[in-house]
T-cell receptor, first 121, second 112 residues
Framework: EAGVAQSPRYKIIEKRQSVAFWCNPI?????LYWYQQILGQGPKLLIQ????????DSQLPKDRFSAERLKGVDSTLKIQPAKLEDSAVYLC???????????????????FGPGTRLTVL | QQQVKQSPQSLIVQKGGISIINCAYE??????FPWYQQFPGKGPALLIA?????SEKKEGRFTISFNKSAKQFSLHIMDSQPGDSATYFC???????????FGKGTSLLVTP
């Protein structure tokens, strides 16, 4: 089974420029997440999609960040304009509902992609 | 506001020793507690997870201990190996289908 794909793997931009990241989740996974991981920190949720609808975007800086998941499959995350503090690894994850009757402890595992490392100069 | 607090920040263990990482949380609505392992240049990968209806879960050399009353949980790595050297994150969510709240991570180094 192919994992979560992300591109590009690395991106260097000047502040105030725009940048876009792409994510292709595991086939059949309805839920897609974008996390921001600043160096030395744990990942922090930016936005969560269920199919092509937004479930949670409460921590997304909407003045500069936007995300979409057209057709409920691939997703793009955009930053415009970028700031120095946006330098981080942007992780995409996907999950599928736990199988019914999975028993005690059945749960949706989030599978992460390799991330895109963004450096803003 | 950090919803999950993790310690220590870094840990050095000799090969064959036991690595112990601790986490604490405040939100009693959390119902799912996974541990993720991350190698440099890779995304986090699920290692083991527990729900609060059990106090311990073991998978191979990895064990989660859970103390609901203290709102704490820990990861024990038995017979630690150099290949276990990685960053470990604890996390919590109100349900497994919801976003994870991660700790700050523990950098583990297992020396030969």
């Amino acid at each position: 089974e192919a994992g979560v794909a992300q591109s590009p793997r690395y991106k260097i931009i000047e502040k105030r420029q725009s940048v876009a990241f792409w994510c292709n989740p595991i086939s059949g996974h309805a839920t897609l997440y974008w996390y921001q991981q600043i160096l030395g920190q744990g990942p922090k949720l930016l936005i969560q999609f269920q199919n092509n609808g937004v479930v949670d975007d409460s921590q997304l800086p909407k003045d500069r960040f936007s995300a979409e998941r057209l057709k409920g499959v691939d997703s793009t995350l955009k930053i415009q304009p970028a700031k120095l503090e946006d330098s981080a690894v942007y992780l995409c994850a996907s999950s599928a509902p736990a199988p019914r009757g999975g028993g005690q402890g059945a749960h949706d595992t989030q599978y992460f992609g390799p991330g895109t490392r963004l450096t803003v100069l | 506001q950090q919803q999950v607090k993790q310690s220590p920040q870094s840990l050095i263990v000799q090969k064959g020793g036991i690595s112990i990482i601790n986490c604490a949380y405040e939100n009693t609505a959390f119902d799912y507690f996974p541990w993720y392992q991350q190698f440099p240049g890779k995304g986090p990968a699920l290692l083991i997870a527990i729900r609060p209806d059990v106090s311990e879960k073991k998978e191979g050399r990895f064990t989660i201990s859970f103390n609901k009353s203290a709102k704490q949980f820990s990861l024990h790595i038995m017979d630690s190996q150099p290949g276990d050297s990685a960053t470990y994150f604890c996390a919590a969510s109100i349900n497994s289908g919801y976003a994870l709240n991660f700790g700050k991570g523990t950098s583990l180094l297992v020396t030969p």
